[in-house]
């Protein structure tokens, strides 16, 4: 008996505990009069204000609600357990009327989300960007489903944040550079817009590395992301930041930032130097001989011949000795002989 008597103490004590620390999830679902639910929350308690069987009526903007009968009438088959389905309502947002009593009911919104990123370090907007590492991140959230915070007891709307890794891990947490941990689950919005802090520290290289990361974030609040999970309303549209040391936007071939880039550059400009000089004439007063000698080996081969080879080929025979003796002997009696012929 003593051992069951701390059992159900235990229980009481843990139960109590639940409702202190969320109080919005025992009481979000129930709605009073002239309070705002949103197109696919499921599971509404609207006992308070309507009974089962009873019907609701909807007027289009600027109608007379008095004296005319309403552009659309809803029943309530049960009213513990009502459902704001998108064919009823989708395109009949704003007040409902208790039928025959024209006394409001409730309000009929569509639902929107919308997330950024934000560099708290240098304080710029970097959505769909690249951020440097080493900087701190926070996340704005917009949303018109603070208005839940209408019904009685709930003091936030929780949401849940999706990081997505390079790898495809869905993160449940984030940690600063000063090593605080957030929790992405269930995070309450009390306000619009909400700025979460500065809550992701890209310096922890190791649990977060280089590459680009998807965010978005999402609401499951009775059931209304199951039923309505349209991308701007009941989950934001996905957001991308790219973590890298580097910025991607720099296009300056000249800004070295790894060996890479600057091997490149280096390779870029030598041919450069090197087309320049090979194109500049030469001066004008320098003989042709300066060019041609150096620079065209075959000018040797259209010089003339010289002297002592001509001579050479010439005389193809070699001198006796005594020759021109003989010679001159020959001529003398040559000589001899015709004068006496003469006289």
């Known amino acids: 008996m003593i051992m069951a008597d701390k059992i159900i103490t235990g229980i009481a004590l843990l139960t109590?505990?639940?409702?202190?620390?969320?109080?919005?999830?025992a009481?979000?679902?129930?709605?009073?009069?002239?309070?705002?639910?949103?197109?696919?929350?499921?599971?509404l308690d609207v006992s308070s204000i309507l009974s089962s069987g009873d019907q609701i009526g909807w007027w289009a903007s600027g109608a007379s609600i008095a004296g005319s009968s309403p552009d659309s009438i809803v029943s309530v088959s049960d009213a513990s357990n009502f459902y704001v389905t998108q064919s009823d309502f989708a395109s009949r947002t704003g007040s409902?009327?208790?039928?025959?009593?024209?006394?409001?009911?409730?309000?009929?919104?569509?639902?929107y989300l919308d997330l950024i990123v934000e560099d708290t370090t240098v304080g710029v907007d970097v959505?769909?960007?690249?951020?440097?590492?080493?900087?701190?991140?926070?996340?704005?959230?917009?949303?018109?489903?603070?208005?839940m915070t209408q019904r009685s007891l709930v003091t936030g709307v929780p949401v849940t944040i999706k990081v997505r890794t390079p790898d495809g891990a869905i993160l449940s947490?984030?940690?600063?550079n000063s090593g605080g941990t957030t929790s992405l689950v269930n995070y309450n919005l009390i306000s619009t817009p909400q700025y979460t802090g500065s809550i992701w520290g890209t310096s922890n290289r190791d649990t977060y590395l280089p590459?680009?990361?998807?965010?978005?974030?999402?609401?499951?609040?009775?059931?209304?992301?199951?039923?309505?999970?349209?991308?701007?309303?009941?989950?934001?549209s996905k957001v991308?930041?790219?973590?890298?040391?580097?910025?991607?936007?720099?296009?300056?071939?000249?800004?070295?930032?790894?060996?890479?880039?600057?091997?490149?550059?280096?390779?870029?400009?030598?041919p450069a130097i090197v087309t320049t000089k090979e194109t500049t004439p030469l001066p004008t007063t320098l003989p042709a001989t300066t060019t041609l000698v150096p620079e065209i080996p075959s000018t040797v081969e259209t010089l003339p011949p010289s002297p002592a080879i001509v001579e050479s080929t010439v005389v193809p025979t070699t001198h006796v000795p005594g020759f021109e003796a003989g010679l001159a002997i020959a001529a003398a009696i040559f000589g001899l002989v015709l004068y006496p012929k003469r006289k």
Do not use: H
């Not at 979000?28 to 949103?38: C, L, P, R």
């Not at 409902?96 to 639902?111: E, R, S």
């Not at 960007?129 to 208005?147: A, C, G, H, M, Y």
């Not at 499951?220 to 992301?225: E, I």
């Open 173 to 176: 947490s984030l940690t600063s």
């Open 96 to 111: 409902w009327y208790v039928l025959p009593a024209k006394t409001i009911a409730f309000m009929v919104a569509d639902p």
């Open 240 to 270: 991308t930041v790219l973590n890298q040391d580097r910025n991607p936007l720099i296009t300056d071939k000249s800004y070295v930032t790894n060996p890479t880039t600057a091997i490149t550059t280096a390779t870029t400009r030598i």
């Open 211 to 236: 590459g680009t990361y998807t965010v978005w974030v999402e609401c499951n609040v009775n059931q209304m992301n199951d039923n309505y999970g349209q991308s701007g309303k009941t989950i934001s």
């Open 16 to 25: 109590g505990f639940l409702i202190l620390i969320c109080p919005a999830a």
């Open 27 to 43: 009481d979000i679902n129930k709605i009073s009069a002239g309070n705002t639910v949103f197109i696919g929350e499921q599971g």
């Open 127 to 147: 959505t769909n960007k690249w951020v440097p590492t080493d900087d701190e991140l926070r996340f704005r959230i917009d949303s018109n489903l603070v208005q």
